[in-house]
T-cell receptor, first 117, second 116 residues
Framework: AQKVTQAQTEISVVEKEDVTLDCVYE???????LFWYKQPPSGELVFLIR??????QNEISGRYSWNFQKSTSSFNFTITASQVVDSAVYFC??????????????FGKGTKLSVKP | DTGVSQDPRHKITKRGQNVTFRCDPI?????LYWYRQTLGQGPEFLTY????????KSRLLSDRFSAERPKGSFSTLEIQRTEQGDSAMYLC??????????????FGDGTRLSIL
């Protein structure tokens, strides 16, 4: 069975603080994909990043960085120098590979991030 | 690229009524997914289409739910004899998927269903 756990339900930080959102996944598949999506108050899910199981390189995009560790089945997300606009619910998701492409997404319950000025 | 479009944005109906939602995916996207999201939870997979073929249905999709994608473009999700527990946000996503073109799913704004 596949499962995604986001243990942090809510996090509150002050602007300019760094914050890390945790994600732990479970799967028996050897090939899979991991994702992070952002859901601002407006409701639309915004794609942030996708990683496949063979690519353990960490990635940095501006103030965002992701740490993928297969040994601990974790795919953590760090926002550096947080801003008020980062306030949203962040979802980690997992999908298996079917026929060489990704399948449906299994989402965690999300972490609500509040960044205060 | 206009993004995934869903209609209506909000639907309020009485218990027992039928409702239908529409999703227009990003053009040329061959896969279309439906998810349901309840308050405080992550989205849960309902079903997906590869072109016009419905390839997978979740156990969450009871007999009262039916989805179609007749021409491989837009899709409809119908709920018959709605129940209180059907109140949720219904999300549509699309992606371009294939061996050499495998893109992540992009989501629409969703249709929020409220059952009175």
């Amino acid at each position: 069975a596949q499962k995604v756990t986001q243990a942090q339900t809510e996090i509150s930080v002050v602007e300019k603080e760094d914050v890390t959102l945790d994600c732990v996944y479970e799967t028996r598949d050897t090939t899979y994909y991991l994702f992070w999506y952002k859901q601002p108050p407006s409701g639309e899910l915004v794609f942030l990043i996708r990683r496949n199981s063979f690519d353990e390189q960490n990635e940095i995009s501006g103030r965002y960085s992701w740490n993928f560790q297969k040994s601990t089945s974790s795919f953590n997300f760090t926002i550096t120098a947080s801003q008020v606009v980062d306030s949203a619910v962040y979802f980690c998701a997992l999908s298996a590979e079917y026929g060489g492409s990704q399948g449906n997404l299994i989402f965690g319950k999300g972490t609500k991030l509040s960044v205060k000025p | 690229d206009t993004g995934v479009s869903q209609d209506p944005r909000h639907k309020i109906t009485k218990r027992g009524q039928n409702v239908t939602f529409r999703c227009d995916p990003i053009s040329e996207h061959n896969r279309l997914y439906w998810y349901r999201q309840t308050l405080g939870q992550g989205p849960e997979f309902l079903t997906y289409f590869q072109n016009e073929a419905q390839l997978e249905k979740s156990r969450l999709l009871s007999d009262r739910f039916s989805a179609e994608r007749p021409k491989g473009s837009f899709s409809t999700l119908e709920i018959q004899r709605t129940e209180q527990g059907d109140s949720a946000m219904y999300l549509c996503a699309s992606s371009l998927t294939g061996r050499s073109e495998d893109q992540p799913q992009h989501f629409g704004d969703g249709t929020r269903l409220s059952i009175l």
